[in-house]
Each structure stands twice: as C-alpha cells, then as structure tokens.
C-alpha cells in the first residue's frame, strides 16, 4: 500500500533525527555518504538477535530454520525490488565495494593482455581501483570515458573507445560527487554491441530511482545497503545467470561448496557460490526490512520529492555570490556538490557542523573528478527522504554565515 508522502511522519520514523548536535537541531544534509535508518529497520535487527538469531542453512533446529527463512525472504524482497529473473542472482555482499571486486577479481580468467575494460571519469574510487588491478593482473588496459564540463558523460568518446577488445564497461547510474543520472541503458546496448559485459555501480540509484536490472539489460548490477535505509556492512551483487554460472567463485570456504576433499572441491550452486562463510544475517534481514519501508512511502514519491529538494536547492545556492555547483546535467539526483569564491569546503564543513548541519567536504573518493575539474574537493550536500525545505533554509543561511566569517 502506497501511503501519502507525510514528510512529518516519514520523520517521526528516523529516531536519530530528533536530536540535537552542537546545541542545534540536526540537519542532516550527508545521505551520500550514508542514510539514517527508520525504526523497522533498526527493529529487525534487535528483533532478530532477541528471538531468532542463528546460522543460517546448516542446523536442523527451529532457529536455523526461521534465520534461514528470513534471510531468504530478503533475498526475494531484493530481487523483486530491482525486478531480477531470479533469486539465484541475487550474491549478499558487504557493500558496493565488495560487490566490485568480486567481479573484477573472478574476471581475470575472462580477460588477456590485448583486451581492454573502459570505465569512465566520475567513478568512485571502488569503480576503479578494482578495474585497475584487474589490468596489472592481466596486463590488460585501462581506458576511461571522459566528463563534459555539465558533468555529463562524453558520448561520442565513449562509442569511439567501444571495440572489440572490450571485455567490460563499468560506471555508475549516479554520480556520487556530480549526481549526474548516466544513460544507463543506452550506454549497457552500446557495450553489448561489441560484445563487452557491463557492471553498473547503483550505490547512489537505488535510494533514488526505481532500478529494473532487466530493462536496463545489465550483466551486473552493484549496490549497499546503508545508503536505502539498510545497515552498514550489507550490500548486493546482481549477475546475470549465465555469467555468474561461467565465472569463478572469488572466495573458498564453508557455504560455498558442494563437496569438499584434499583433491578437489566442487562448488555449491548459485547463489552460494559466491556467499563463502557465515553472511550477515541480521543486515540482510534488516535491508529487506528497509525495502519494504521504501515500497511503502513509493518510490516515485521519494524521487518526486527529493528531486524538488535538489531544484529548491539548487537555486537558492545560486544566489549566493561566488558560488560555483559541479555537475549541471540535465538528468541529475541526490547531490549538489560546490564551491564558494576563497572559501575552502573544510572550513565550510566544519561552520555548518557547529550550527548542526552535516555536509560531507572534500574529495568524496573521486579523486579524479577533482582533478578535471582542477579543485581539491568540494563542499556537498546531500538529500533523503526525510530531508526538508526548511533544512534547505538552515542550510543556506549556515552557508551564508560562514561565508561571512571566512571571507
Ligand atoms: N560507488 C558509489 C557511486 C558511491 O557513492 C560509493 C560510496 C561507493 C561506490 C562505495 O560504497 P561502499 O558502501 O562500498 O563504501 N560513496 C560515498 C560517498 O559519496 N561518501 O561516502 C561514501
């Protein structure tokens, strides 16, 4: 049942945000790095550990089974959420990061010295780093699509780096420092053209957009649960099928085997394969439990109204004079990253937090995006749903505020 978007109940929901910080009412304005979790979230996790907590898919008693049906109800919640064919897709991991690197490790086999993985200029650090190491293990090359001054992908370069010798293309459906939307699906047929598989970083989509893995035709989807209301140290790994029945398992050990003898092991079926070891099985409860809270707000309703925050945003930032905003695209979500005329965003950073308002200052591990735009970093303000107009106001007359002190 969709309920009408309330954003004082939406609120009421989030126990953390009704407290004070520094003596001022929290606005939290860092939903980039991570969300706040709603009650029901927090309240499976307890609830778990108080009346079910077991390991999962090994005992015969009551516990090991009702852990083992919860966790594997969450699965389900996740693959209905971002419409996969099948639970067998659908690997817990601890997070985008870890979600990467199993496929950019278990992709060595797949991949030689004259072929080449293209990402593109506005990764995170764990959309490159992994590709990077993926080539020194290979001897394979690097190749990066590059960033409009909009802070748009350059499309045109990137069908002139398509080839044949393309084995993968990995970027994000959001940035997480420009908040540009890429063309996912565009970008996915494109690859697909030349015969490339594509893994698509939605660390920052999932909390904003309805995701459908098969309309998108992605080979691998990536994202972690804290930032969609779930716990830390929880994430998601989609695969199609086919290519995670082809692939090597990444890690050994219990859960992922079928027989094990000093010769040989043989390997369990999917989605075991890739979940060595006991999982995290109050998070994944817990991020089921986060979905079904998003699905009851709407997730139309959350874009709707975060997509007014960034516009309403957006343009009172705008008349701050000396303002500069990274990332213009026309398709654009979640974040305004900026910067003000001799005011460094640390500084800024730390003013805001005085007077209660959260902002993430620096790099926001996209290093190289700093570089093309020629800055350190940036201040960046980012949005949820329980996020408001009048924590837009606060945030604004803090950034005057300190604008004023440090200039
Ligand atoms: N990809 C993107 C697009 C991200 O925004 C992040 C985290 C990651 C990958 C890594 O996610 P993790 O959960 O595995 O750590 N982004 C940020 C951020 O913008 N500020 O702090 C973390």
């Excluded at 998601?236 to 003898?261: D, S």
């Amino acid at each position: 049942m969709v309920k009408e978007f309330n954003i004082a109940e939406i609120r009421e929901a989030f126990p953390i945000l009704h407290q004070e910080v520094n003596g001022k009412p929290l606005v939290y304005l860092d939903n980039g790095a991570t969300v706040q979790k709603p009650k029901a979230v927090i309240d499976a996790i307890s609830n778990y550990y108080e009346t079910i907590n077991a390991n999962v898919h090994r005992g015969v008693h009551s516990l090991s089974q009702w852990a083992t049906d919860a966790m594997e109800g969450a699965r389900e919640k996740v693959r209905a959420h971002i419409n996969a064919p099948s639970t067998k897709e659908i690997i817990f991991t601890s997070g985008t990061t870890d979600s990467i690197n199993i496929i950019a490790s278990s992709f060595t086999t797949f991949v030689g010295k004259e072929d080449e993985i293209i990402i593109s200029a506005i990764e995170h650090h764990s959309n490159i780093v992994p590709w990077q190491m993926l080539c020194e293990r290979t001897g394979a090359t690097l190749k990066v699509i590059p960033v409009l001054d909009n802070g748009e992908l350059d499309q045109d370069t990137y069908a002139e780096l398509l080839s044949a010798k393309t084995k993968m293309v990995a970027f994000n459906h959001i940035s997480n420092s420009l908040g540009t939307i890429n063309p996912v699906k565009e970008m996915i047929a494109a690859a697909h053209e030349v015969g490339a598989a594509v893994l698509i970083d939605g660390a920052q989509a999932l909390p904003h957009l309805k995701v459908d893995v098969q309309d998108l035709d992605a080979d691998f989807y990536a994202f972690s649960g804290h930032k969609m209301y779930a716990p830390t140290g929880v994430g998601v790994l989609f695969g199609k099928e086919e290519w995670l029945n082809k692939l090597p398992p990444y890690r050994g050990g219990g859960e992922m085997i079928a027989t094990v003898t000093f010769e040989k092991s043989t390997y369990a079926s999917l989605p075991h394969k890739f979940e060595a070891g006991t999982p995290n099985v109050a998070g994944n409860i817990a991020l089921g439990a986060a979905i079904d809270f998003m699905n009851e707000i709407g997730l139309d309703a959350i874009a709707s109204h975060e997509s007014e925050l960034v516009a309403y945003a957006t343009e009172k930032l705008m008349q701050i004079e000396g303002m500069k905003i990274y990332g213009i695209a026309k398709n654009k979500a979640g974040v305004i990253s900026f910067n003000i005329d001799g005011v460094h965003n640390y500084d800024l950073g730390v003013i805001l937090d005085k007077l209660g308002i959260a902002v993430r200052t620096g790099h926001h591990c996209t290093q190289p995006i700093m570089d093309r735009f020629g800055i350190a970093g940036t201040a960046r303000a980012s949005f949820g749903m329980y996020n408001t107009k009048e924590d837009i106001d606060k945030f604004i007359a803090g950034v005057e505020r300190a604008k004023n002190m440090l200039l």
